[in-house]
């Protein structure tokens, strides 16, 4: 079994408050038996952005780099409680700051940095340059090694985010998430996790954030039992309510393996061929938008 924790935290209204905070409810997690600490969205900050552009540079003054202070605590702790952790921050980055995650394995090392792909540049999110690739990394655990991939937020509302990852050879997909989670958004999660027979892990902030209800939650990606073709089963592992908390679940590596050889979903009966609309940079109304960035 693959333990996931899901820290759904509110933050401290300082670095290095939440700092603190993000250690030691990594250490609380340990001891609960996880392998893997999943933080939500831009930890560092809290996810905050400046009201308007007069207050840019103060914000962006926040965002750190891998070899920070910050992140080397983070590394630490990884190291030292032999468990892999992924963290979130604002990336200092050339031009405009990143939405960035970065997991550390048992032993520290770092083993893949993602920044957000699709920024809400219709909001503050404008403020942050968008990544440019989706990663997969090949994680050493206690359960093994398991190919982690990552994608943050609203990357979730475009199904190209997890087909990709899937593509790539994730088996289990981590969420940092910072908005409300309500009908439609666990129907995406469910959905990416469905289709591409992926486990997925989403940590959330908890309601004491602005425009945050919690609900952090994770999904296997095993749909059907395998005997039975109307076998159906829940996919659920774990949903959190609405308060701080640290939620556990626990994926199930070798029964998803198995799944994902037999099952008709995923990238066996594709036709890849029929797709070249979907790369196609042209936007037709009713959908252009002015703030959109290519």
């Given at each position: 079994?693959?333990?996931?924790a899901?820290?759904?935290?509110a ?7 939440n ?17 893997l ?11 905050s ?5 007069s207050?840019?540079?103060?914000w962006?003054?926040?965002?750190i ?18 468990m ?18 970065t997991v550390f ?9 993602y920044?957000?792909v ?6 503050s ?6 990544g ?15 190919k982690?991939?990552?994608?943050i937020c ?21 969420v940092?998430n910072?908005c409300?989670?309500?009908e ?6 469910k959905?990416r ?10 940590a ?10 919690g609900h ?6 095993i749909?059907f ?33 198995r799944?994902?050889e037999?099952e008709?979903?995923g ?24 703030d959109s960035?290519?």
């Amino acid at each position: 079994m693959f333990k996931v924790a899901m820290l759904q935290m509110a933050p401290t209204g300082s670095r290095k408050g939440n700092l603190e905070k993000g250690l030691l409810f990594c250490k609380q997690a340990k001891e609960m038996g996880a392998d893997l600490a999943l933080f939500p969205e831009m930890w560092n900050i809290g996810y905050s952005f400046p009201q308007d552009d007069s207050g840019f540079s103060a914000w962006a003054e926040k965002a750190i780099g891998i070899n920070s202070d910050f992140l080397a605590a983070v590394k630490g702790q990884a190291k030292q409680l032999h468990m892999a952790i992924a963290i979130t921050y604002l990336e200092k980055w050339p031009g405009l700051p990143r939405n960035t995650v970065t997991v550390f394995d048992r032993s520290g090392n770092e083993m893949l940095t993602y920044a957000k792909v699709h920024t809400c540049d219709f909001g503050s999110e404008k403020y942050c340059a968008p990544g440019d690739d989706f990663h997969v990394c090949e994680l050493n655990t206690e359960a093994g090694t398991i190919k982690i991939g990552a994608m943050i937020c609203y990357d979730r509302e475009f199904p190209e985010s997890a087909r990709i990852l899937m593509l790539k050879g994730a088996e289990i997909i981590l969420v940092p998430n910072a908005c409300p989670i309500e009908e439609h958004r666990i129907s995406q999660l469910k959905t990416r996790a469905f289709e591409n027979m992926t486990g997925i892990a989403m940590a959330n902030y908890p309601k004491e954030m602005p425009d945050c209800n919690g609900h952090s939650q994770a999904y296997d990606g095993i749909a059907f039992d395998g005997t039975d073709p109307f076998g159906y089963r829940d996919m659920l592992l774990v949903e959190a309510g609405e308060e701080e908390g640290i939620y556990i679940a626990e994926f199930d590596i070798e029964e998803i393996r198995r799944y994902r050889e037999y099952e008709a979903f995923g990238n066996a009966y594709r036709k890849p061929k029929k797709y070249g609309m979907l790369v196609s940079e042209s936007v037709e109304p009713p959908f252009i938008r002015k703030d959109s960035r290519r």
